[in-house]
């Protein structure tokens, strides 16, 4: 049930499971039943306006009309556009509705206890303007719950982007499966609380579709995961290194240490430049360090093939050096992740890093760029790609590195084309040093020879999941020590 649909992927299922035998009509009642089901103890007897648009979304809202009424609520509906614009389904359901319909503007909302929002579904084609936008303005200025249907609407369901305008909903009634827009921002803060109703469309459908975007969770990565042997050794469960900045910059590294030897790693390593020994070694107790002085010294830390995976970037600093020191990272064949100062290090020559990376397939790269530090490796990609799983779907492609696009809605994607969708980050998960944090899990975990996809996917969600159990005042050092009450329960 992790799978997303996008729009176009949604309209497939639809016409599968029309092709399967399955009525459209019996879609839109269910669709509509479900919706009705949603708000009917919404605003306690109050008045339920209804707002229609042209399309199969306004058609649901004529279904969710009469069963409101059929269940005693008082209803009025609004349609957006002429009656005789209607089509198919969505025309055979206004036609069994039996009370007046009204035409779509901010008035409508007078004495509204509840709104239903059915102006535009799946089928938003453009941004809202005009009436449909005066009207949207007018209900997010109510304070009635507003129920939505299938997303609400201006919200685009496959990118979670406003167009134009978009209603901010107090739930949010979707069908068969989720959409990418449930859980990318801004969609995911629009939608109020997610309700999915099974309308009739089989689940074979998904076998012909094959959709490659999934709701990031355990079922994700469980079997992947690295499972400690009761025979095993500290040996067996690998030895990250973490690159370390220069005396001022040497926090950073050392989050990401603890972090990777949290997660599992059975040895971690910091390679420290000389002039950082001293700080490193005042700081470090079950975490290992090693002396890594400029290109010679780290190439020559990372000779031994039991150090097997390598982090770099946090605090590493900006520049040919950081960029020279991730060429040699990438030189010998494991695992490595970029972040940080080792991505904008290439922001003048992308193309150097990647082929680096491509030099050697085999081996996972993870590349964990925010929004600026993305825009700097892949500015055509950030200007062009509709959407945030297209941009690291394509980022992922061009690079050969699964890529961490990170935000309230961390996407990870794979070249292969796999993208998962974080939906669980609570906002304060956003402070200094969080990112070095998701590097180092992300480390420990290719450490134990976990693939890039589902290492960096299960990191991104322990991470979330870390900063839920520790609640507002977090701070990074917090959430290596709140993972082994997460691993417990996987
Ligand atoms: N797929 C399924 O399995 C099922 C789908 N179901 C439901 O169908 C919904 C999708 O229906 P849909 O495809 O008819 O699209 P919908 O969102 O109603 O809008 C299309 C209309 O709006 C218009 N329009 C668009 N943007 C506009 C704008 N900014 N400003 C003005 N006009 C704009 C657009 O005009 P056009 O682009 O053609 O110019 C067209 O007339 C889906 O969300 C779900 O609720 C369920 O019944 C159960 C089964
Ligand atoms: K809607």
Known sequence: MNELLTTSEMSRADALAIEAGVAGEALMENAGRAV??????????????????????????????????CAGRRVR???????????????????????????????????????????????????IEGAAAAVVAAVNAMTVPVVAVDVPSGVD????????????????????????????????????????????????VLDTIRPSIRANGPQLWRQHFPAPQADGHKYDRGHAVVVSGGPWNTGAARLAAGAALRIGAG???????????????????????????????????LQDSRRNAVLLGPAAGVGEETAARALVALAAARPVVLD?????????????????????????????????????????????APGRPERARRAAA??????????????????????????????????????????????????????????????????????????????AEDLPEALPAILADL
Do not use: Y
Request: charged share 20%.
């Open 77 to 127: 509906v609004a349609l957006l556009g002429g009656r005789d614009r209607l089509k198919g389904d969505a025309a055979l359901m206004a036609s069994r509705w039996e009370g007046p319909i009204e035409t779509l503007q901010p008035d409508c909302l007078k004495g509204a206890g509840v709104v239903v929002d059915a102006v535009f579904g799946a089928g938003l084609s453009k941004p």
């Open 267 to 301: 040895l971690v390593t910091v390679a420290s430049p000389t002039a950082a020994l001293p700080v490193n070694a005042a700081h470090l107790t079950g975490v290992m360090l090693t002396e890594a002085e400029g290109l010679d010294g780290l190439a020559a830390a």
């Open 36 to 69: 009705a089901a949603a708000t009917l103890a919404l605003g306690r007897g109050a008045e339920v306006v209804v707002l229609c648009g042209p399309g199969n979304n306004g058609g649901d809202g004529f279904v969710a009309a009469r069963h409101l009424a």
């Open 340 to 384: 940080a100062d080792a991505l904008t290090s290439f922001a003048e020559d992308p193309p150097r890093l990647f082929e680096a990376i491509g030099a050697d397939a085999g081996r996972p790269v993870l590349l964990t760029p925010h929004e600026g530090e993305f825009r700097r490796l892949f500015p055509d990609i950030a200007e062009a």
């Open 398 to 475: 061009r690079s050969g590195a699964v890529v961490i696009l990170k935000g309230a809605d961390t996407v990870v994607a794979a070249p292969d084309g796999r993208v998962a969708i974080n939906a669980d980050a609570p906002p304060w998960l956003a402070t200094a040093g969080s990112g070095d944090v998701l590097g180092g899990m992300a480390l420990g975990l290719l450490a134990q020879g976990m693939a890039g996809f589902e290492a960096a996917s299960a990191a991104v969600w322990l991470h979330g999941a870390a900063a839920n159990r520790i609640g507002r005042g977090l701070i």
């Open 157 to 204: 369901g496959t990118t979670g982007e406003v167009r134009g305008a978009a209603v901010r909903a107090a739930r949010t009634v979707t069908f068969f499966r989720l959409k990418p827009g449930h859980l990318l921002m801004p969609g995911r803060s629009l939608c109020g609380d997610l309700r999915l109703a099974d309308i009739g469309i089989p689940g074979v």
